[in-house]
């Protein structure tokens, strides 16, 4: 959030509803009283306990006073009681941003290094990935994630936070085991034609090439063309891994099956440009350019945030009727009991 502009304070939303504060009092005032049915008998052996005791529940203090202030607690609470805020300016960029996330089987390959330790290429992206998202306050940003079949995992939405929360809690094979990296530009471009931002950006990131899917991937860049999006693209993966077979240790090249051609055919296409990143380092600096190329550069908008307050008083009520509920009720003026 940004600077404080002013400051917020106590309120109430509908302060027109505590004139009901005192409509019992008039209603009694206004209303006659119940006709009377007569007296009933009631034996008890316990009469002689009570007889000295006619005044009845309903005539005491104290169940007045709790009643009193039951009710004018609940016209309290109904007055929608708040606390407002400082006022705070909120950057706005004007620009819709999907991350398009691959999470394939082969995103399992363990040739990335994280912390001195071996780690899969999902892990590093999840992490990299997550802290560009949440540097990207004032944008709307949405998430992807695609596999054998693509789907929109986050909305666009202002609120980065819970966007990159959800990209940390992707797992490999959420959406099939291969790749479908024309569906996934095809979904992106579907959600942002719905937005009349000003622009429009994905950042898809895979290690292999199109293996599933309806829509081929530079058909699927042509249509985010004619739309006016631009898309980056960025392959990831090592070049160089070691693995243990029969016949002892070889180095083998993890990403073969990248599809670098297409992948800088499609950025190529919408205005955007393609990256490979080979390790987490690679990756981070790979972001830190997309910061540059795509700044947060905004305009200004202001929030107020608003808390309820009604709950507590509408609490404090709840209690005072329980409260008067255990107080119970003698009998009163109206019953006439005989000894049994």
């Given at each position: 959030?940004?600077?404080v502009?002013?400051?917020?304070?106590?309120?109430?939303?509908?302060?027109?509803?505590?004139?009901?504060?005192?409509?019992?009092?008039?209603?009694?005032?206004?209303?006659?009283?119940?006709?009377?049915?007569?007296?009933?008998?009631?034996?008890?052996?316990?009469y002689?306990?009570?007889?000295?005791?006619?005044?009845?529940?309903?005539?005491?203090?104290?169940?007045?006073?709790?009643?009193?202030?039951?009710?004018?607690?609940?016209?309290f609470?109904?007055?929608?009681?708040?606390w407002?805020?400082?006022?705070?300016?909120?950057?706005?960029?004007?620009?819709?941003?999907?991350?398009?996330?691959?999470?394939?089987?082969?995103?399992?390959?363990?040739?990335?290094?994280w912390?001195g330790?071996?780690?899969?290429?999902?892990?590093?992206?999840?992490?990299?990935?997550?802290?560009?998202?949440?540097?990207?306050?004032?944008?709307?940003?949405?998430?992807?994630?695609f596999?054998?079949?693509?789907?929109?995992?986050?909305?666009?939405?202002?609120?980065?936070?819970?966007?990159?929360?959800?990209?940390?809690?992707?797992?490999i094979?959420?959406?099939g085991?291969e790749?479908?990296?024309g569906?996934?530009?095809?979904?992106?471009?579907?959600?942002?034609?719905?937005d009349?931002?000003?622009?429009?950006?994905?950042?898809?990131?895979?290690?292999?090439?199109?293996t599933?899917?309806?829509v081929?991937?530079?058909?699927?860049a042509?249509?985010?063309?004619?739309?006016?999006?631009?898309?980056?693209t960025?392959?990831?993966?090592?070049?160089?891994?070691?693995?243990?077979?029969?016949?002892?240790?070889?180095?083998?090249?993890?990403?073969?099956?990248?599809?670098?051609?297409?992948?800088?055919?499609?950025?190529?296409?919408?205005?955007g440009?393609?990256?490979?990143?080979?390790?987490?380092?690679?990756?981070?600096?790979?972001?830190?350019?997309?910061?540059?190329?795509?700044?947060?550069?905004?305009?200004?908008?202001?929030?107020?945030?608003?808390d309820?307050?009604?709950?507590?008083?509408?609490?404090?009520?709840?209690?005072?009727?329980?409260?008067?509920?255990?107080?119970g009720?003698?009998?009163?003026a109206?019953?006439?009991?005989?000894?049994?």
């Amino acid at each position: 959030m940004g600077d404080v502009i002013t400051d917020g304070g106590f309120t109430l939303a509908w302060p027109w509803l505590l004139a009901l504060a005192p409509l019992p009092w008039l209603l009694r005032w206004w209303l006659p009283e119940a006709a009377s049915r007569g007296y009933l008998a009631l034996r008890v052996p316990w009469y002689g306990d009570v007889a000295g005791d006619r005044r009845g529940t309903l005539r005491r203090p104290a169940w007045h006073v709790l009643a009193a202030l039951a009710w004018l607690l609940l016209v309290f609470a109904a007055a929608r009681p708040q606390w407002v805020g400082e006022v705070q300016s909120l950057p706005v960029t004007g620009r819709d941003l999907l991350l398009a996330v691959d999470v394939s089987g082969s995103m399992d390959t363990q040739d990335m290094v994280w912390q001195g330790r071996s780690v899969n290429r999902l892990s590093v992206v999840k992490r990299v990935a997550g802290d560009f998202v949440e540097r990207r306050r004032g944008d709307r940003v949405g998430l992807v994630l695609f596999g054998s079949r693509a789907y929109l995992q986050t909305p666009l939405t202002f609120d980065t936070e819970t966007t990159a929360i959800l990209l940390a809690e992707s797992e490999i094979g959420l959406a099939g085991r291969e790749t479908a990296i024309g569906d996934a530009i095809g979904l992106a471009v579907k959600r942002l034609r719905e937005d009349a931002a000003s622009d429009r950006v994905l950042v898809l990131l895979t290690d292999g090439a199109n293996t599933s899917g309806e829509v081929q991937p530079l058909q699927a860049a042509e249509f985010a063309a004619r739309e006016g999006m631009t898309i980056y693209t960025v392959g990831v993966g090592a070049d160089e891994m070691m693995v243990q077979d029969f016949f002892g240790t070889r180095v083998v090249n993890p990403s073969a099956d990248l599809d670098e051609e297409t992948l800088e055919a499609i950025a190529e296409r919408t205005g955007g440009r393609y990256f490979r990143a080979r390790d987490a380092e690679g990756l981070a600096r790979i972001y830190e350019i997309l910061d540059e190329l795509e700044p947060v550069e905004s305009d200004v908008e202001v929030v107020r945030p608003v808390d309820e307050l009604f709950q507590w008083p509408l609490g404090c009520a709840l209690v005072l009727v329980m409260l008067a509920g255990l107080v119970g009720v003698r009998p009163g003026a109206g019953m006439r009991m005989e000894a049994a």
